[in-house]
């Protein structure tokens, strides 16, 4: 804590956004939170960047509330960062708690995945049958994505987890 003010910071990985929208939801009691809290992380709702997060002492955020699932290294990486950063992590939603929907993407492999998204859906327009990798060359440069991993695990199958909020969205008598 800073002068008495909690650090709070919230991350949205392999989930709906529900949970989002549950913080949200707490309607106008958010502005009793920001009277008492310094939202120093929280990607879908201000502009900050991972570089922010890294340069942050460890333990800095008091709490992290981590929603969704991890389905890629980019997922995985800012796990590990947000529980070195934070004196408490918790699993916020089915979806941290548990894998929840993503989850049932663990009965079919990545590339069946990503066959079934960028080659087989009937909508899709790809006659060069081009997959997303990690890693492209084009003229301009180097693009890099996240590498997609074959199976989405639960949040506290990659790092410690403090408290477990589950519900899919956690119901706002809960946040």
């Not at 910071?9 to 949200?24: D, N, P, Q, T």
């Not at 087989?120 to 990798?133: G, L, R, Y």
Request: charged content about 25%; aromatic content about 10%; glycine content about 8%.
């Amino acid at each position: 804590m800073d002068g008495g003010r909690l650090r709070l910071a919230f991350y949205w990985a392999a989930s709906c956004g529900g949970c989002e929208i549950a913080v949200l939801d707490i309607n106008e009691k958010i502005l009793e939170v920001v009277q008492t809290a310094d939202i120093v992380f929280w990607p879908a709702a201000i502009d900050v960047k991972y570089g922010d997060v890294e340069k942050m002492p460890d333990k800095y955020i008091d709490v992290c509330f981590f929603n969704g699932g991890i389905r890629n290294s980019e997922q995985d990486r800012m796990a590990r960062l947000l529980r070195e950063k934070s004196k408490i992590l918790i699993a916020y939603g089915s979806c941290a708690c548990f894998g929840g929907i993503p989850g049932l993407a663990n009965l079919y492999s990545g590339r069946e995945i990503l066959e079934k998204i960028y080659i087989k859906t009937p909508s899709t327009v790809n006659p060069e049958n081009i997959i997303p990798k990690p890693v492209v060359h084009v003229r301009e440069g180097e693009l890099e994505l996240p590498v997609l991993y074959d199976e989405v695990k639960a949040l506290n199958q990659n790092v410690e987890v403090d408290y477990y909020i589950p519900g899919c969205p956690p119901a706002v008598e809960r946040t």
